[in-house]
């Protein structure tokens, strides 16, 4: 922001502030948070450095320049279609080494089935005969033009990524060890930490808890209470940017074996569903990298066994109310450890 720096900014949340009900106005709303402020009843909003702020645009315009070139890549796997080349069903990507030398030659002119195929030299699950019948197309000469110029958007878009992964490594320099700490979480790459640092930054004093950090973020549910009811559990906006990234990296960080945040899941899918669940999980994983950043300390898997090894006396209840169930007397002796 151009005035930081000049005087003390604060940035009110809408939804925090609201206008007195009546003839509303900008003039009046003004007036409305001047009063406020007054009296010290706004609580600002986060605004991060501009080192922080140089990293979200960065970052931010990563994401949406990949977003263009997957639809560039979708419009070239629908352009093909229509010219009965099924390439997307005999290759996983048709952007990866072998399909790019197959949209190649067809954009230099060729045509012949068994010669697209021999451009295939990766290793692929299809067989030469089904990947001879999945290239037995014809494009129109439009068609060709067009399969050109998306091929030229995507270069340019790669060309821009890269640009930006550049300018995106030096200036994560300083904080290099900060960010690799990150990727030591399940699910969390290198392009992930950067975002999460560039969305949330590097000093933790301002979020006092992690709570108030997943807070922020909009990955708890929110309090809406009424006459002793809980009226609505529904998540806030928050971070958008943040929380589909942490959402997605929840994802990756389920399908790894025996670790904390797969046994967090399934304890979770269980009785509140999918959703609920993995929102859950990315909650989980905010809450560590609040913590591996303020005292910068490295990820501690907690191990797939945790809440059992924390509720061993509720599971050992359990499985005696389960053995009797199935008419075994059970008499349980607490074991010394050695």
Known sequence: MLCEGAFT???????????????????????????????GLIRPSFVPPRAVQALRELTRTRKQLTREKASHVQRIDKLLQAANLKLGSVLSDIMGQGGRA?????????????????LVRTRVRASRTQLIEA????????????LRLHLAQVDAIDAAIAEIDKELGERLEPFREAVA?????????GVAAGVIVSEIGFDMRRFPTPAHLVS?????????ESAGKRRSTR?????????????????????????YPQALFHRLRARRGPKKAIVAVAASMLTAIHVMLQKGVDYRDLGADHFERA???????????????LGFDVA??????A
Do not use: F, Y
């Not at 809408?14 to 009063?35: C, E, I, S, Y």
């Not at 949209?103 to 089935?113: E, H, I």
């Not at 998540?235 to 790894?256: D, F, I, Y």
């Open 311 to 325: 509720h061993k006396h509720r599971l050992a209840d359990r499985l005696t109310k389960k053995l009797q169930q």
């Open 9 to 39: 900014l604060v940035l009110a949340n809408a939804h925090h502030v609201k206008a007195v009900p009546g003839r509303k106005t900008d003039v009046n709303d003004a007036t409305w948070l001047a009063d406020l402020i007054a009296h």
């Open 102 to 118: 197959v949209l190649d030659a067809l954009v230099a002119g060729a045509s012949d089935p068994g010669q697209l195929a021999d």
């Open 135 to 146: 290239l037995r197309g014809r494009l129109a000469p439009h068609q060709r033009l067009l």
């Open 181 to 189: 700490r990150l990727t030591h979480m399940p699910g969390v790459s």
């Open 235 to 259: 998540l806030r906006h928050g971070a958008p940017w943040l929380k589909t990234l942490l959402v997605q990296s929840a994802w990756a960080a389920v399908r790894v074996k025996a670790s």
């Open 216 to 224: 922020w973020a909009g990955l708890c549910p929110r309090n809406d």
């Open 332 to 337: 349980l002796t607490q074991r010394i450890p």
